[in-house]
């Protein structure tokens, strides 16, 4: 089963700054990674698909980048709606798994 | 728009079945352009996937919830089901389904709102 580590736990920052979260997998996944925004009450959604690419309706604000082990969300200017948690998730193979989770807190 | 909906127990005793049932409408489930899926979350914990199933009936489960899951389909009222055998308080757990997307290149694009079940006596 393929691990994936999310660092860091917990990210506290500003409205407008910037935010680099990392997703790293205990063996190459290609491009097959995705990240998730999950805000409290509510189901996941999905942001990004096969590392780079927005999922429809995303602002192009959340991009992504990576491939192999090595994967990148970045926010490149937080709004207000944006502290949530996120998550990655390969698919790369069986099973599907999912990293531990970021949170994007507000400092 | 589509839209899914699970149903079922909140409340499940330990060693029962865990029985639930997602509800889509907006959509057919019977697109050869579609899978599904059951993942879960336990209260306070992260995303764990169940498993995954084609309108055709195949099946995919995570290895170590096969023994005790079973994913199956009705296409006649456009839902899916998830039955969970031998529970224990480690599955308490909000239950989401969702689907996957040919046009999201397979990833789980649309969420039901989830359901908390609880696995207690």
């Known amino acids: 089963e393929i691990v994936l580590t999310q660092s860091p736990a917990t990210l506290s920052l500003s409205p407008g700054e910037r935010a680099t979260l990392s997703c790293r997998a205990s063996?190459?996944?290609?491009?097959?990674l995705g990240w998730y925004q999950q805000k409290p009450g509510q189901a996941p959604r999905l942001l990004i698909y096969?590392?780079?690419n927005r999922a429809t309706g995303i602002p192009a604000r959340f991009s992504g980048s990576g491939s192999g082990t090595d994967f990148t969300l970045t926010i490149s200017s937080l709004e207000p709606e944006d502290f949530a948690v996120y998550y990655c998730q390969q698919r790369s193979n069986w099973p599907w798994t999912f990293g531990q989770g970021t949170k994007v807190e507000i400092k | 728009q589509l839209q899914l909906q699970e149903s079922g127990p909140g409340l499940v005793k330990p060693s029962e079945t865990l029985s639930l049932t997602c509800t889509v409408s907006g959509g057919s489930i019977s697109s050869t352009s579609y899978y599904w899926g059951w993942i879960r979350q336990p209260p306070g914990k992260g995303l764990e996937w169940i498993g995954s199933i084609y309108y055709s009936g195949s099946t995919y489960y995570k290895p170590s919830l096969k023994s005790r899951a079973t994913i199956s389909v009705d296409t006649s009222k456009n839902q899916f089901s998830l039955k969970l055998s031998s529970v224990t308080a480690a599955d308490t757990a909000v239950y989401y389904c969702a689907r996957r997307a040919y046009s999201s290149n397979w990833w789980f694009d649309y969420w039901g709102q989830g359901t908390l079940v609880t696995v207690s006596s």
């Open positions: 063996q190459s996944v290609s491009s097959y």
């Open positions: 096969d590392a780079s």
